[in-house]
């Protein structure tokens, strides 16, 4: 059962100066629209409301319970192409041999079943049914948020080569943490891959469904205070691709 509460403060930097910003259509939400709020201190968009943490833990969606969601998944995942595109771009942009790589918000393990052959990899998923998909695959996963990774001490500081963070971040709930997560995980020089649906693509179309909608100029504000340098960033089919080094 999904319980909804007030969005009680920015997804991204935590706070609560708010303005409403927008209605926006979606077919998602029993009313038909959704209202959204954009953060007076960094300008992330999210909306007036959303569904309890405790509620969504177990799914990448903010409206489907796990099972509707495994299934919607399993039909919609990214194609081989996307994935070896995504690879690719990594490993042009590296300035070293990638050879351990997280996938943080793995969803069913698309990237990783893709890439275990050619280096070590895991990945993270707050879906219960995607975990135990890729456990029983014996594919390495952790149940959890990617900044809990951290905090728990499951993954060490500066110990990766690369991170991927593909579609997660609208469906998280602390952006800023998962992030800087991802970063602390980097050796110098290590490589974080974001991408995103482009919100000033969409925001006109019925998709709805996401805790937050950080745009462009939020990334570069994060990756500055982390230490990280933007070293690539293009929109690709209304979708947002941004990659950092970590310099510090």
């Given amino acids: 059962m999904i319980i909804i509460e007030k969005t009680p403060?920015?997804?991204?930097?935590?706070?609560?100066?708010?303005?409403?910003?927008?209605?926006y259509p979606t077919i998602l939400w029993h009313r038909g629209h959704l209202d959204l709020n954009i953060c007076k201190s960094c300008g992330n968009i999210y909306p007036d409301v959303r569904p309890t943490e405790t509620s969504s833990i177990i799914s990448n969606s903010i409206l489907f319970e796990a099972k509707t969601l495994y299934r919607?998944?399993?039909?919609?995942?990214h194609s081989d192409y996307y994935y070896r595109r995504v690879i690719d771009r990594l490993i042009f942009h590296s300035s070293s041999k990638i050879r351990e790589l997280w996938d943080?918000?793995?969803?069913?393990?698309?990237?990783?079943?893709?890439?275990?052959?050619?280096m070590t990899v895991f990945g993270t998923t707050k879906n219960i049914y995607a975990y135990q998909l890729l456990d029983d695959a014996?594919?390495?996963v952790y149940h959890g948020y990617p900044h809990n990774m951290m905090m728990d001490g499951i993954i060490e500081p500066n110990s990766l080569d690369a991170v991927t963070m593909i579609d997660s971040l609208g469906c998280s709930y602390n952006v800023s943490g998962d992030v800087q997560a991802g970063c602390e995980a980097l050796r110098v020089g290590g490589l974080i891959y974001i991408s995103l649906y482009d919100f000033n693509k969409v925001k006109n179309n019925p998709l709805g469904?996401?805790?937050?909608?950080?745009?462009?100029?939020v990334f570069k504000s994060l990756f500055t205070r982390l230490g990280i340098k933007e070293i690539y960033s293009?929109?690709?089919d209304k979708e947002l691709h941004i990659i950092g080094r970590k310099i510090q």
Avoid: F
């Fill in 209 to 217: 469904g996401y805790l937050n909608y950080p745009q462009y100029h």
């Fill in 138 to 140: 014996d594919i390495e």
């Fill in 9 to 23: 403060e920015c997804g991204v930097c935590g706070s609560n100066r708010m303005m409403s910003y927008r209605e």
């Fill in 234 to 236: 293009e929109t690709i």
């Fill in 104 to 118: 943080a918000e793995c969803g069913t393990g698309g990237l990783l079943k893709r890439v275990k052959d050619k």
């Fill in 72 to 77: 919607e998944m399993m039909i919609t995942e």
